[in-house]
């Protein structure tokens, strides 16, 4: 692959947020993390609860960077528009197979889950690009957080309740069990994390993206879109801090609030990271992140492969209890060798990003890049 005209800056972004999603998605023990490397209860946020928005931040972006050239080229429509939905279809089928292995039990299969929200935001994100301006996507974002802030704070929850945002009784609490009873999150059931109501505001977070990527491909200099970034960064970060006050920041069920806070410093980071390579030209330290990058969706999909085999491969054990290959890694290897079973934890979770970063390399060398 030729990497010359590609935006490296945005490829080691990805990677980085790729790298911390699978770190905190991988701990040797659930008992034993870190608090910044745990989502929140509820309302409020740690800095877990930025990376997947910050991931459907970088689809905008990539969006408005691969949509937009073309668009320039006039490339036909209907050629655009049948690319955005096979590739939306196939994460999506992805994400559904990674919820069905090992087991494939499709009786009790999620059907919400990442790799759905991220295709469903691809889909809906990257047709609206193609048939809208800059200016145009600005409004539907807007409104998308307006209608979903309406409807959660507004609209009465059929079954007697009121407006709310408690998990499982708000009014996306209640479409999920309408329409995917027993096809939720395990840990809740009543109630999904990546919902189909959330995916509004969701959509938001991706326009925010298409909206960083269109400012990216102006014919501003270097500096000009670096304070561009930090600016607008900055302003949606208090906004997002004030909207809090009424409409609290929640990942669980993606508030407004949330999106604009993210989307803040979704914009901050990328200044940070475009002024390094781009402008600074400093590519040491960023290799690995740019390499991660460039094969996102394979490496993020080798990982929950590989922690789903680690949990299903098991055997009896001396006395007489199971034991799996993550639990003989965690009490045999991990966790002796510290003092501290959260650092053990950590470096746990560490190794599984070393490990798949070597896959990586691997294809990066071989110059494999997979697309979707």
């Known amino acids: 692959?030729?990497?010359?005209?590609?935006?490296?800056?945005?490829?080691?972004?990805?990677?980085?947020t790729i790298a911390a999603m699978i770190l905190v998605n991988n701990p040797g023990s659930w008992d034993s993390v870190y608090t910044p490397l745990m989502h929140a209860e509820w309302h409020g946020a740690t800095p877990t609860d930025w990376i997947f928005p910050f991931f459907l931040f970088i689809v905008g972006v990539s969006i408005a960077l691969a949509i937009g050239k073309l668009k320039e080229e006039r490339v036909d429509r209907k050629t655009l528009l049948r690319k955005i939905w096979r590739r939306s279809l196939i994460i999506f089928a992805i994400g559904l197979f990674l919820a069905a292995f090992p087991y494939f039990d499709?009786?009790?299969?999620?059907?919400?889950?990442?790799?759905?929200?991220?295709?469903?935001?691809?889909?809906?994100?990257?047709?609206?690009?193609?048939?809208?301006?800059?200016?145009?996507?600005?409004?539907?974002?807007?409104?998308?957080?307006?209608?979903?802030?309406?409807l959660m704070t507004l609209v009465p929850v059929p079954g007697g309740y009121a407006p709310n945002l408690e998990p499982s009784t708000n009014l996306g609490a209640w479409l999920d069990r309408?329409?995917?009873?027993?096809?939720?999150?395990?840990?809740?059931?009543?109630?999904?994390?990546?919902?189909?109501?959330?995916?509004?505001?969701?959509?938001?977070?991706g326009i925010s993206g298409i909206l960083t990527g269109?400012?990216?491909?102006?014919?501003?200099?270097?500096?000009?879109k670096v304070a561009g970034l930090m600016v607008v960064g900055a302003a949606l970060l208090a906004l997002g801090l004030t909207w809090d006050m009424v409409f609290p920041i929640n990942k669980q069920i993606w508030t407004s609030s949330y999106v604009v806070y993210t989307s803040g410093i979704a914009m901050l980071l990328l200044g940070v990271?475009?002024?390094?390579?781009?402008?600074?030209?400093?590519?040491?330290?960023s290799r690995p992140f740019i390499i991660l990058g460039m094969n996102a969706i394979v490496v993020y999909t080798l990982s929950g492969i590989l922690a789903r085999l680690m949990l299903a491969i098991k055997w009896t054990g001396g006395d007489g209890h199971v034991v799996t290959v993550?639990?003989?890694?965690?009490?045999?290897?991990?966790?002796?060798?510290?003092?501290?079973?959260?650092?053990?934890?950590?470096?746990?979770?560490?190794?599984?990003?070393?490990f798949l970063l070597g896959i990586a390399w691997i294809l990066y060398v071989r110059k494999v890049f997979i697309k979707i």
């Open 1 to 16: 692959m030729d990497t010359t005209n590609r935006l490296l800056s945005l490829d080691a972004y990805r990677g980085l």
């Open 106 to 150: 499709l009786a009790t299969l999620r059907v919400p889950g990442v790799l759905q929200r991220i295709a469903l935001v691809y889909g809906v994100t990257a047709t609206l690009y193609v048939w809208l301006n800059p200016r145009q996507m600005l409004f539907v974002g807007v409104g998308c957080l307006l209608a979903y802030w309406g």
């Open 178 to 205: 309408l329409l995917l009873d027993g096809h939720l999150w395990s840990h809740s059931r009543t109630w999904d994390p990546e919902g189909l109501l959330g995916t509004i505001p969701a959509v938001g977070t």
């Open 214 to 224: 269109a400012w990216l491909r102006t014919d501003k200099n270097h500096y000009e």
């Open 273 to 285: 990271v475009y002024w390094w390579i781009e402008v600074k030209g400093h590519h040491w330290g």
């Open 326 to 354: 993550k639990g003989w890694l965690w009490q045999s290897v991990f966790q002796p060798a510290f003092a501290s079973t959260y650092d053990a934890s950590l470096i746990f979770a560490i190794s599984h990003v070393l």
